[in-house]
T-cell receptor, first 114, second 114 residues
């Protein structure tokens, strides 16, 4: 089945430490790739997106993500996490096989310890 | 710059009651979407409207109906609410049906059916 997988349900990192959140997808063609963040009680905010070109994309709040075609992955990274980064993060894929609509992963909850 | 506005923010229904969730966007977007968010399942598409005058089913349409009232407004109706419909509902909009533009989300409606 076509899907978007975020293998980590919860991740805890110390403030100042680096972060990597994983995302894998199973669509055949190169899809459109997104990362969204959701703070408690809020809607989803777009962090970054990839359509084509440079496989390393920069987003807001110091986040970046790298598209690796060979691994069907689009992992989100941040060099130094701040306490305000604690939130839930969603990877989303827009694929022709799904009528170009966004399909979301189950989310990864990030906890930041001081 | 309101973006996507959803009303109400919170609602408690008794089983069998009906209600309509309202969504309006002021960005002149053509496409609108309704998702539900459940723990561990990410966001799942209920219905969408690629353009004014059209609506289509998404992944989980059973028990819901929608109306694209005009270009700005897209409502979601529960005719006979069930406890399984307890969820957080998000409305989103995009410039076009192609996913490459990403979606803009509202802040959500938290619905509890007792």
């Amino acid at each position: 089945a076509q899907s978007v997988t975020q293998p980590d349900i919860h991740i805890t990192v110390s403030e100042g430490a680096s972060l990597e959140l994983r995302c894998n997808y199973s669509y055949g063609a190169t899809p459109y790739l997104f990362w969204y963040v959701q703070s408690p009680g809020q809607g989803l905010q777009l962090l970054l997106k990839y359509f084509s070109g440079d496989t390393l994309v920069q987003g807001i709040k110091g986040f970046e993500a790298e598209f690796k075609r060979s691994q069907s992955s689009f992992n989100l990274r941040k060099p130094s996490v701040h306490w305000s980064d604690a939130a839930e993060y969603f990877c989303a894929v827009g694929a022709k096989e799904y009528g170009n609509k966004l399909v979301f992963g189950a989310g990864t909850i990030l906890r930041v310890k001081s | 710059n309101a973006g996507v506005t959803q009303t109400p923010k919170f609602q408690v229904l008794k089983t069998g009651q009906s209600m309509t969730l309202q969504c309006a966007q002021d960005m002149n977007h053509n496409s609108m979407y309704w998702y539900r968010q459940d723990p561990g399942m990410g966001l799942r598409l209920i219905y969408y409207s690629a353009s004014e005058g059209t609506t289509d089913k998404g992944e989980v349409p059973n028990g819901y109906n929608v109306s694209r009232l005009n270009k700005r407004e897209f409502s979601l109706r529960l005719e006979s609410a069930a406890p399984s419909q307890t969820s957080v509902y998000f409305c989103a909009s995009s410039v076009s049906p192609r996913a490459n533009y990403g979606y803009t989300f509202g802040s959500g409606t938290r619905l509890t059916v007792v």
